[in-house]
């Protein structure tokens, strides 16, 4: 029998999206996915040493009080595992060492650059470069965007792809960086993986409401340098079938969502480079 692809997704403290992420990684082809509350791995009955794919899936976590993904960003990395005094920070170190994969989507990408492990600049997963602030718009946004794929970028997730169709559903998606060097930098190294494009040209855009909340140069996804560190606003777990699309009933659309294709990208890195 063939290794099987492992999937943790985390959940617990307001997401809510982790159903549907699982049910993306099980389409997409992972044998085995597991739906993790924090808890769980807090009090050390899971560890993430044991999954080849971190899902961070979004929702509504701690209500966004502290800021989108700040309190989960640090229960990550000033929690101790019950028992052990290890921080989950520490674990998740060892998991990105080993080569293997994360993905956070809306708040998991807040949390992806609030403890630090985004962009990885320099091989650097403890410094906090970004941010993810208030819309510019100054509202939470709920509506479909069109994405273009930056092709020259090294994201596993988006290997193949051109053009894709997410909905977003945030109040606090604008990328900030700590200062203009750092963006500079993202920008040289094809760091950004995704951006918000014109619904009508396909080309990057700046233009509310195609760019939801004001990121510069339309940054909508980034990765690390390795590719295997993947974080975006829009949900990918959204649109995993064809009745999912606003449209459904109005255009002749493939069975399988495309949400479902950067999905299984990953789960086949997986399986062709670490099993």
Known sequence: MSPEVKVIVITGYGTNCETEMAHGCRVAGAEHVDIVHMSELLYGERKLDDYHLLCLPGGFLDG?????????????KHAAVKGS???VQEQ????????????????????MVKTGILPGLGGRYDRRDVSL?????????????????NEKSPCVFTRGLKQLYFPVRHGEGKLVARDQTVLDR????????????DLQTGEPTMRYPDNPNGSPDGIAGLCDPTGRLFGLMPHPEAFLHRTNHPRWTREELPEEGQGVALLRNGIDFIRTELL
């Open 64 to 76: 966004d009080d502290l800021g989108a993904g700040q309190a989960g960003a640090h229960r990550f």
């Open 92 to 111: 998740l170190g060892r998991f990105i060492k080993a080569g293997k994969l994360v993905l956070g989507v809306c708040n998991g990408f807040q949390m």
């Open 133 to 149: 602030t208030h819309n510019d718009s100054s509202r939470f946004e709920d509506r479909w965007v069109a994405l273009t794929v």
């Open 186 to 197: 993202i920008q040289a190294e094809e760091l950004v993986a995704l951006r918000y494009a």
């Open 85 to 87: 005094g290890e921080k």
